[in-house]
């Protein structure tokens, strides 16, 4: 069932106009006209240059880098759409800004992934579409519907072409959590994948000295995927791959993770590290000109393509699992 009739609007902010681009080429429909731009206060403005009354609407907007400015321009851009009567609004975020402050790690600190969720609640947006939140339980900060896409198909069929069973042998192969959180999409990954599962434990023995690294599970003269939902500075990540190489005896190691923010020197750490390759997913837009051979991105804009279908036509997602 059909419940906005064949009206499906998409409309895009500054953030990653190419994907947004990407979906609408995979259904089959132009982008709508809408205008987001900047005042030169720095104040965001939105001006839809069409009827979207009645009509189901989806916001392509990931919250990245500048977080608060993208993150500003969904708000206005839902609130626009609310009040020129939009039939559904669908905020489509294929990275959620603000996910790792979830909890408080300590004394007084604020949970800002539930505050961005009430805000984007109380903007008008009536479902949330998204990737790989940081952690799983801020599906629960929402007080709308939420679907939660997984990037673990796409490097599954990756991976699985890149070392195919019927030529390699996987026993030589083993999926590597970099850190003890995480551990459960790892886990998830090795299964698809047919390959063992190993751990990076890393500790810090007392302040101010060196933390140390243990490798959990045997690596040695195998091929490491170390596998996590993002890499921002890369420092654990390329530590983790050291210590795979050093102390665990890994015969090669290649890494992936569905959101590549890539702040501070993450460039330089992946250039200098083990790491022969390191895939990402495009949810977050990347450089025109990446500054490092060793990095590769795969397009998902068909998936959230596939989903927005799904979710316009009041069918289940599951499938995309």
């Known amino acids: 069932m059909i419940a906005y009739g064949d009206n499906i609007q998409i409309i895009c902010g500054n953030s990653n106009p190419e994907f947004a681009n990407t979906i609408c080429k995979e259904l ?86 539930k505050l961005v969720a009430n805000m984007i609640t109380a903007a008008g947006a009536n479902r949330v579409l998204t990737m790989d939140l940081h952690a799983a339980q801020i599906q629960g900060f929402f007080d709308i519907p939420l679907d939660h896409l997984l990037g673990n198909p796409t490097f599954v069929d990756y991976f699985m072409k890149k070392f195919p069973e019927d030529q390699f042998n996987h026993d030589d192969f083993v999926v590597v959590s970099p850190d003890v959180g995480s551990v459960g999409r790892a886990r998830a990954f090795a299964t698809k994948v047919h390959m063992g599962l190993a751990i990076v434990d890393k500790r810090r023995q007392k302040a101010n000295v060196c933390e140390v690294m ?101 069918t289940s997602i599951a499938d995309l699992f």
Not at 30 to 36: L, R
Not at 44 to 73: H, W
């Open 214 to 314: 243990n490798v959990i599970g045997d690596v040695r003269d195998k091929t490491c995927i170390l596998f996590d939902d993002m890499v921002d500075t890369a420092g654990s990540l390329c530590n983790a791959a050291k210590a795979l190489v050093d102390i665990g005896g890994a015969k090669a190691v290649y890494a992936c993770a569905t959101h590549g923010v890539l702040s501070g020197p993450a460039y330089e750490r992946i250039e200098e590290s083990p790491i022969q390759e390191i895939v990402f997913l495009n949810t977050i837009p990347q450089l025109a000109n990446t500054p490092s051979n060793k990095i590769k991105f795969l397009d998902v804009a068909p998936v959230f393509a596939r989903a927005i279908e799904h979710i316009h036509g009041g």
């Open 28 to 113: 089959g429909i132009p982008m709508s006209k809408a205008t987001v731009k900047t005042f030169s206060d720095g104040e965001v403005s939105v001006s839809l240059e069409e009827t979207v009354r009645g009509a189901d609407v989806f916001l392509i907007q990931s919250t990245c880098k500048p977080v608060n400015d993208n993150l500003m321009e969904l708000l206005v851009m839902v609130d626009a759409c609310r009040r020129a009567s939009a039939g559904r609004i669908t905020a489509v975020i294929p990275y959620f800004g603000y996910a790792r402050q979830d909890r408080k790690a300590k004394s007084r600190d604020p949970i800002s992934a």
